[in-house]
């Protein structure tokens, strides 16, 4: 029975700890004032996090070795917290996203003077990790 549990539990280990592999080639990242409007806040020149927790790599896409990039666009409203978080694009289409919005939703901002409409903010998957573009 020992034995059973001793595997067990290093057959856990090493799926936790498997090196993430990339099969698919890191596309470019967009240039995300060219998306912007003049009057539009690109993430990190108005804001100041005070929580921002990156998403998590996507299980499927670690596994299979997907790399790639999402544009969130949200508001900020007077007391700092996200509103509106939605995808304005993203590479590949879909695969990235929801993880993106999961976390965009629970960020939280210093209070901004006036509510902040159309922040853009990339979200970097890359070689297994997770970065905000600039």
Do not use: H
């Amino acid at each position: 029975m020992i034995r059973i549990i001793c595997f067990s539990l290093l057959l856990l280990t090493a799926c936790s700890s498997k090196p993430f592999y990339p099969k698919s080639e890191y596309p470019s990242d967009p240039w995300v004032k060219g998306f912007a409007n003049p009057d539009d806040c690109i993430g990190g020149e108005k804001l100041a996090a005070i929580n921002l927790q990156l998403p998590k790599y996507p299980r499927r896409a670690f596994r299979t070795g997907r790399q790639g990039w999402v544009i969130l666009r949200l508001d900020i409203d007077a007391s700092g917290q996200t509103q509106n978080v939605r995808s304005e694009r993203a590479l590949p289409d879909g695969m990235f996203v929801n993880a993106s919005k999961k976390a965009a939703k629970k960020w939280l901002f210093q209070p901004p003077q006036a509510p902040l409409d159309n922040c853009r903010v990339l979200i970097r998957y890359q070689l297994g990790a997770v970065s905000l573009g600039g």
